[in-house]
Protein backbone atom coordinates (compact mmCIF):
# COMPACT_ATOMS: atom_id res chain seq x y z
CA UNK A 1 0.00 0.00 0.00
CA UNK A 2 3.12 2.23 -0.19
CA UNK A 3 3.05 2.77 3.45
CA UNK A 4 5.68 1.99 5.52
CA UNK A 5 5.05 0.13 8.78
CA UNK A 6 8.57 0.20 10.51
CA UNK A 7 7.59 3.27 11.18
CA UNK A 8 5.15 2.27 13.97
CA UNK A 9 7.50 1.64 16.76
CA UNK A 10 8.01 5.69 16.34
CA UNK A 11 4.77 7.27 15.95
CA UNK A 12 4.47 7.89 12.73
CA UNK A 13 2.58 5.51 10.70
CA UNK A 14 1.98 6.72 7.19
CA UNK A 15 5.80 7.94 5.61
CA UNK A 16 5.32 6.77 2.22
CA UNK A 17 8.09 4.64 1.26
CA UNK A 18 10.24 5.95 -1.85
CA UNK A 19 9.99 9.11 -1.27
CA UNK A 20 12.61 10.77 0.32
CA UNK A 21 12.34 11.25 4.74
CA UNK A 22 13.65 14.40 6.11
CA UNK A 23 14.17 16.29 8.53
CA UNK A 24 14.41 19.97 9.72
CA UNK A 25 16.27 21.04 12.82
CA UNK A 26 15.21 24.59 13.66
CA UNK A 27 12.14 24.40 12.21
CA UNK A 28 10.18 26.90 14.62
CA UNK A 29 11.95 29.87 12.80
CA UNK A 30 10.76 32.11 10.35
CA UNK A 31 10.96 29.14 7.51
CA UNK A 32 10.63 25.90 8.72
CA UNK A 33 6.80 25.66 8.68
CA UNK A 34 6.27 26.91 5.35
CA UNK A 35 9.11 24.75 3.81
CA UNK A 36 7.53 22.04 5.76
CA UNK A 37 4.20 22.77 4.10
CA UNK A 38 5.62 22.05 0.82
CA UNK A 39 7.93 19.62 1.47
CA UNK A 40 4.78 17.88 2.59
CA UNK A 41 2.86 18.11 -0.55
CA UNK A 42 5.76 16.74 -2.16
CA UNK A 43 6.66 14.15 -0.40
CA UNK A 44 3.73 13.52 1.76
CA UNK A 45 2.94 14.59 5.53
CA UNK A 46 4.57 12.22 7.98
CA UNK A 47 7.80 11.84 5.32
CA UNK A 48 9.01 15.32 6.38
CA UNK A 49 10.10 15.62 10.67
CA UNK A 50 10.18 19.16 11.88
CA UNK A 51 12.10 19.48 15.14
CA UNK A 52 13.44 21.81 17.57
CA UNK A 53 14.42 22.76 21.07
CA UNK A 54 11.31 24.53 21.83
CA UNK A 55 7.67 23.50 22.14
CA UNK A 56 5.77 23.22 19.26
CA UNK A 57 2.37 25.20 18.76
CA UNK A 58 -1.09 23.31 18.38
CA UNK A 59 -1.13 24.26 14.66
CA UNK A 60 2.50 22.65 14.30
CA UNK A 61 1.81 19.52 16.50
CA UNK A 62 -1.20 19.01 14.03
CA UNK A 63 0.34 19.72 10.88
CA UNK A 64 3.07 16.70 10.73
CA UNK A 65 5.39 14.63 12.50
CA UNK A 66 7.35 17.30 15.73
CA UNK A 67 10.38 16.00 17.60
CA UNK A 68 12.94 17.68 19.89
CA UNK A 69 16.15 17.62 18.82
CA UNK A 70 18.88 19.52 19.62
CA UNK A 71 22.24 20.00 17.35
CA UNK A 72 24.62 20.01 20.01
CA UNK A 73 23.31 16.39 20.55
CA UNK A 74 25.67 14.18 18.36
CA UNK A 75 23.90 11.02 19.65
CA UNK A 76 20.65 12.19 19.89
CA UNK A 77 20.84 13.14 15.73
CA UNK A 78 22.08 10.21 14.86
CA UNK A 79 19.31 8.30 16.92
CA UNK A 80 16.79 10.64 15.27
CA UNK A 81 18.85 9.88 11.73
CA UNK A 82 18.80 5.99 12.33
CA UNK A 83 15.34 5.25 14.07
CA UNK A 84 13.42 7.47 10.88
CA UNK A 85 15.65 7.00 8.41
CA UNK A 86 16.32 10.21 7.45
CA UNK A 87 17.15 10.61 3.59
CA UNK A 88 17.65 14.54 3.91
CA UNK A 89 18.60 16.89 6.45
CA UNK A 90 17.54 20.20 6.23
CA UNK A 91 19.57 22.53 8.54
CA UNK A 92 18.06 26.06 9.98
CA UNK A 93 19.10 26.23 13.25
CA UNK A 94 21.49 28.95 13.82
CA UNK A 95 21.80 32.57 15.77
CA UNK A 96 21.28 35.09 13.25
CA UNK A 97 23.03 38.61 12.61
CA UNK A 98 22.11 41.17 15.56
CA UNK A 99 21.14 38.53 18.35
CA UNK A 100 24.47 36.76 17.01
CA UNK A 101 26.66 39.51 17.99
CA UNK A 102 25.12 39.90 21.84
CA UNK A 103 25.64 36.64 22.50
CA UNK A 104 28.77 35.19 21.23
CA UNK A 105 29.57 32.01 22.93
CA UNK A 106 25.91 30.56 21.85
CA UNK A 107 26.31 31.61 18.08
CA UNK A 108 29.27 30.17 18.01
CA UNK A 109 28.13 26.81 19.91
CA UNK A 110 25.13 26.72 17.16
CA UNK A 111 26.21 27.93 14.51
CA UNK A 112 29.36 26.17 14.39
CA UNK A 113 29.52 23.05 16.14
CA UNK A 114 25.93 22.78 15.21
CA UNK A 115 27.30 22.51 11.97
CA UNK A 116 29.77 20.63 12.25
CA UNK A 117 27.60 17.92 14.03
CA UNK A 118 25.17 18.15 11.31
CA UNK A 119 27.88 17.83 8.66
CA UNK A 120 29.29 14.32 10.32
CA UNK A 121 26.03 12.44 11.09
CA UNK A 122 25.13 13.63 6.97
CA UNK A 123 28.17 11.84 6.09
CA UNK A 124 27.69 9.05 8.64
CA UNK A 125 24.32 8.55 6.98
CA UNK A 126 24.53 9.23 4.27
CA UNK A 127 22.09 11.78 3.75
CA UNK A 128 21.60 14.81 1.72
CA UNK A 129 21.87 18.12 3.59
CA UNK A 130 21.14 21.24 2.66
CA UNK A 131 22.25 24.38 5.19
CA UNK A 132 20.95 27.61 4.47
CA UNK A 133 23.46 31.12 3.90
CA UNK A 134 22.84 34.32 3.51
CA UNK A 135 23.89 37.63 2.33
CA UNK A 136 25.60 38.19 5.52
CA UNK A 137 28.19 35.79 4.44
CA UNK A 138 29.29 38.85 2.52
CA UNK A 139 31.25 41.62 3.77
CA UNK A 140 32.93 45.39 3.33
CA UNK A 141 35.42 44.39 0.51
CA UNK A 142 32.98 42.31 -1.00
CA UNK A 143 31.60 43.94 -4.45
CA UNK A 144 28.24 45.45 -3.23
CA UNK A 145 26.30 46.42 -6.48
CA UNK A 146 26.19 43.66 -7.49
CA UNK A 147 27.53 40.71 -5.54
CA UNK A 148 28.37 38.08 -7.45
CA UNK A 149 28.64 33.78 -6.09
CA UNK A 150 32.07 33.60 -6.30
CA UNK A 151 34.14 37.03 -4.93
CA UNK A 152 35.68 38.10 -1.94
CA UNK A 153 33.95 37.32 1.49
CA UNK A 154 35.47 38.73 4.34
CA UNK A 155 31.96 38.99 7.44
CA UNK A 156 32.18 40.92 9.96
CA UNK A 157 30.18 39.66 12.20
CA UNK A 158 29.65 36.17 14.20
CA UNK A 159 26.84 35.00 11.94
CA UNK A 160 28.89 35.32 8.54
CA UNK A 161 31.79 34.26 9.40
CA UNK A 162 29.89 31.22 10.84
CA UNK A 163 27.94 30.75 7.56
CA UNK A 164 31.21 31.20 5.17
CA UNK A 165 32.44 28.03 7.33
CA UNK A 166 29.49 26.43 6.87
CA UNK A 167 29.98 27.19 2.68
CA UNK A 168 33.04 25.93 2.71
CA UNK A 169 33.16 23.22 5.10
CA UNK A 170 30.15 21.73 3.36
CA UNK A 171 31.72 22.05 0.00
CA UNK A 172 35.07 20.14 1.51
CA UNK A 173 32.96 17.22 3.04
CA UNK A 174 31.36 17.40 -1.01
CA UNK A 175 34.32 16.89 -2.88
CA UNK A 176 36.17 15.00 0.03
CA UNK A 177 33.89 12.21 0.78
CA UNK A 178 30.97 12.83 -2.41
CA UNK A 179 28.04 14.66 0.45
CA UNK A 180 25.50 16.09 -1.52
CA UNK A 181 25.62 19.08 0.32
CA UNK A 182 23.56 22.23 -1.15
CA UNK A 183 23.23 25.79 0.51
CA UNK A 184 21.56 28.52 -0.89
CA UNK A 185 22.12 32.41 0.07
CA UNK A 186 19.32 33.82 1.02
CA UNK A 187 18.78 37.62 1.83
CA UNK A 188 16.43 39.17 4.17
CA UNK A 189 12.85 37.10 4.16
CA UNK A 190 9.57 38.91 3.92
CA UNK A 191 6.75 37.11 5.88
CA UNK A 192 4.00 37.85 8.17
CA UNK A 193 5.65 35.84 10.77
CA UNK A 194 8.57 37.93 12.58
CA UNK A 195 11.80 36.29 12.53
CA UNK A 196 13.78 36.93 15.24
CA UNK A 197 17.39 38.87 15.57
CA UNK A 198 18.10 39.55 12.01
CA UNK A 199 19.48 43.02 10.66
CA UNK A 200 16.79 42.48 7.89
CA UNK A 201 13.85 42.39 10.71
CA UNK A 202 13.17 46.22 10.29
CA UNK A 203 11.23 45.73 6.60
CA UNK A 204 8.56 42.86 8.49
CA UNK A 205 8.18 45.22 11.45
CA UNK A 206 7.15 48.18 8.81
CA UNK A 207 4.32 46.27 7.81
CA UNK A 208 2.82 45.48 10.57
CA UNK A 209 3.63 49.30 12.50
CA UNK A 210 1.97 50.22 9.29
CA UNK A 211 -1.56 48.33 9.96
CA UNK A 212 -1.41 49.04 13.53
CA UNK A 213 0.30 52.30 14.61
CA UNK A 214 0.70 53.61 11.58
CA UNK A 215 4.42 54.98 13.06
CA UNK A 216 7.35 52.63 12.38
CA UNK A 217 10.96 53.40 14.30
CA UNK A 218 13.62 52.67 11.99
CA UNK A 219 16.74 50.65 13.27
CA UNK A 220 18.68 51.38 10.40
CA UNK A 221 19.11 55.10 8.03
CA UNK A 222 16.73 55.74 4.76
CA UNK A 223 18.94 54.82 2.06
CA UNK A 224 20.10 51.69 3.69
CA UNK A 225 19.63 49.52 0.55
CA UNK A 226 19.48 45.63 0.93
CA UNK A 227 18.63 42.28 -0.90
CA UNK A 228 15.29 40.97 0.13
CA UNK A 229 12.60 38.14 -1.23
CA UNK A 230 9.29 37.07 -0.49
CA UNK A 231 8.82 34.14 1.37
CA UNK A 232 6.84 32.27 -0.92
CA UNK A 233 9.63 32.45 -3.57
CA UNK A 234 12.46 31.53 -1.24
CA UNK A 235 10.11 28.37 -0.11
CA UNK A 236 9.21 27.26 -3.44
CA UNK A 237 13.04 27.93 -4.87
CA UNK A 238 14.75 25.87 -1.97
CA UNK A 239 12.59 22.88 -2.05
CA UNK A 240 13.16 23.16 -6.29
CA UNK A 241 17.03 23.13 -5.51
CA UNK A 242 16.90 20.21 -3.32
CA UNK A 243 14.74 18.09 -5.68
CA UNK A 244 17.14 19.24 -8.79
CA UNK A 245 19.37 16.02 -10.20
CA UNK A 246 23.02 16.67 -8.84
CA UNK A 247 24.72 16.46 -12.19
CA UNK A 248 22.58 19.38 -12.82
CA UNK A 249 24.79 21.75 -10.50
CA UNK A 250 27.91 23.52 -11.24
CA UNK A 251 28.00 24.65 -7.34
CA UNK A 252 26.99 23.97 -4.26
CA UNK A 253 26.78 27.13 -3.12
CA UNK A 254 24.18 29.67 -5.20
CA UNK A 255 22.85 33.70 -4.51
CA UNK A 256 19.08 33.66 -4.75
CA UNK A 257 17.33 36.77 -4.13
CA UNK A 258 14.45 39.11 -5.97
CA UNK A 259 14.51 42.76 -5.20
CA UNK A 260 16.74 44.98 -3.54
CA UNK A 261 15.08 48.24 -1.55
CA UNK A 262 15.83 51.06 1.37
CA UNK A 263 13.49 51.44 4.24
CA UNK A 264 12.67 54.75 2.66
CA UNK A 265 11.72 52.96 -0.47
CA UNK A 266 9.24 50.65 1.47
CA UNK A 267 8.00 53.43 3.18
CA UNK A 268 7.00 54.77 -0.02
CA UNK A 269 5.44 51.83 -1.57
CA UNK A 270 3.28 51.30 1.76
CA UNK A 271 2.19 54.74 1.89
CA UNK A 272 0.11 53.88 -0.92
CA UNK A 273 -1.63 51.73 1.35
CA UNK A 274 -1.72 53.44 4.08
CA UNK A 275 -1.25 56.77 3.17
CA UNK A 276 0.09 58.77 6.71
CA UNK A 277 2.75 56.12 7.61
CA UNK A 278 5.39 57.75 9.47
CA UNK A 279 9.40 56.49 10.09
CA UNK A 280 11.06 57.61 12.25
CA UNK A 281 14.79 56.68 11.82
CA UNK A 282 16.94 55.97 14.69
CA UNK A 283 19.81 53.76 13.68
CA UNK A 284 21.69 51.84 16.55
CA UNK A 285 24.50 48.93 15.38
CA UNK A 286 22.40 47.36 13.25
CA UNK A 287 23.66 49.95 10.70
CA UNK A 288 27.20 48.89 10.67
CA UNK A 289 26.11 45.42 9.28
CA UNK A 290 23.82 46.25 7.02
CA UNK A 291 26.49 48.78 5.54
CA UNK A 292 29.07 45.66 5.01
CA UNK A 293 26.26 43.79 3.08
CA UNK A 294 25.47 43.62 -0.41
CA UNK A 295 22.80 46.18 -1.99
CA UNK A 296 22.24 44.12 -4.97
CA UNK A 297 22.35 40.31 -5.55
CA UNK A 298 23.21 38.76 -8.49
CA UNK A 299 21.57 35.57 -8.74
CA UNK A 300 22.30 34.76 -12.33
CA UNK A 301 23.91 31.67 -12.08
CA UNK A 302 20.73 30.20 -10.23
CA UNK A 303 18.64 31.00 -13.22
CA UNK A 304 20.89 29.24 -15.54
CA UNK A 305 21.96 26.13 -13.82
CA UNK A 306 18.29 24.82 -12.16
CA UNK A 307 15.97 27.67 -13.79
CA UNK A 308 15.20 29.97 -10.27
CA UNK A 309 12.70 32.11 -11.00
CA UNK A 310 11.25 34.64 -7.95
CA UNK A 311 7.73 36.02 -9.01
CA UNK A 312 6.77 38.24 -6.59
CA UNK A 313 8.43 41.89 -6.92
CA UNK A 314 8.54 44.44 -4.47
CA UNK A 315 4.60 46.02 -5.41
CA UNK A 316 3.45 42.31 -5.34
CA UNK A 317 5.67 42.11 -2.10
CA UNK A 318 3.40 44.63 -0.44
CA UNK A 319 0.11 43.56 -1.84
CA UNK A 320 0.02 40.43 -1.00
CA UNK A 321 1.81 41.38 2.87
CA UNK A 322 -0.85 44.00 3.60
CA UNK A 323 -3.67 41.62 1.94
CA UNK A 324 -2.35 38.56 4.58
CA UNK A 325 -2.02 40.87 7.46
CA UNK A 326 -5.33 43.16 7.09
CA UNK A 327 -7.39 40.46 9.01
CA UNK A 328 -5.08 39.78 12.24
CA UNK A 329 -5.56 43.71 13.13
CA UNK A 330 -9.36 44.51 12.22
C1 LIG B 1 19.65 38.66 9.15
O1 LIG B 1 19.28 39.82 8.97
O2 LIG B 1 20.49 38.33 9.99
C2 LIG B 1 19.06 37.60 8.26
C3 LIG B 1 19.90 37.38 7.05
C4 LIG B 1 19.91 38.40 5.99
O3 LIG B 1 20.56 36.40 6.93
N1 LIG B 1 17.73 37.92 7.89
Not at 268 to 281: C, H, I, N, Q
Amino acid sequence: NGLSGRRDNHGFYNAVKNRPRILITGSLGQLGPGLARILRERYGRDNVIMSDINRASESVLESGPFLFADVLDMRGLREICVNYEIDWLIHFSALLSAVGESNLPLAMQVNIQGLHNILEVSRMHKMKLFVPSTIGAFGPDSPRNPTPDLTIQRPRTIYGVSKVHAELMGEYYHHKFGLDFRCLRYPGVISTDQPGGGTTDYALKMFHDALTTKVHHCYLKPETRLPMMYIDDLLTATADFLQMPDNQLSMRTYNIGAVDFTPEELAMELRKFVPDLEVVYNPDSRQAIADSWPQRFDFGNAIRDWGYHPLYNMSAICEIMVQSLLPRYK
